[in-house]
């Protein structure tokens, strides 16, 4: 982390757990065992049904609420979806695109994530931008060039001013749900690059202050390490965000 140039986020990723009802008591349960002082904004992305009652419950503890997904689309005939402008319009202030669950299960591809994540800056609220590298990529030895290639792809478009907004996680496909943590080292290395990629299109300054984060088995044991690195700025963390103490231990770490 480099809390001088950016900002520490860590963002939970329910994916379809929970329910709305369990928001108060999880929240609770979350303030009693995370530091009182922090230095990390605290984000929790919840299937958008369940939006307003994280706003609700998460005033107090300064627990934000993010999306998951979103339509590309404006508005219109495109059922089941949920619009940039309708998330904006219930509080939500950030919002994951392009997950590899979405990309995978969904056929998401790097121009979709790139039209997702510009719908949600058009509207204010800031993308967690997904990608990262499949086990074959990496050994086949290609991750960096992947990965490069995905950022690119994201942030098609997105001008310098933008780019302020928006956050990247890197989460190796082959790390996430596996209890497969990527190494401190390896995770660093494809951060920084993310970011020498970041500074080639928009020059050091807005590179240096672009939050990336490390999304991948993250969790209460593992998490100091892989954030004492100097270009992993957070964390994105699926299964142990569901555990309150664990998240709390997670939180307390980015106070180092
Ligand atoms: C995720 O869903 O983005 C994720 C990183 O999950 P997990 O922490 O469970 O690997």
Known sequence: MNRKYRKTVIAGNWKMNMTASEIKPFIEQLKENMPKTRTCDVVLCTPAVMIPAMIKAGKEAKVAAGGQD?????????????SATQLADIGTKYCIVGHSERRQ??????????????????KGIAPIICVGESLEQREAGVTMEYVAYQVKAALNGIDATQLRRCIIAYEPIWAIGTGKTATSEQAQEVCEGIRAVIRKIYGARPARAVSILYGGSMNAKNAAELLAQPDIDGGLIGG?????????????????
């Open 70 to 82: 979103v339509s590309k689309y404006e508005k219109g005939a495109y059922t089941g979806e949920v």
């Open 105 to 122: 299960y969904h056929g998401e591809d790097d121009m979709l994530v790139n039209a997702k994540a510009r719908a949600l800056l058009e």
């Open 240 to 256: 142990a965000s569901l555990k309150p103490v664990d998240f709390a231990t997670i939180i307390a770490a980015s106070n180092q």
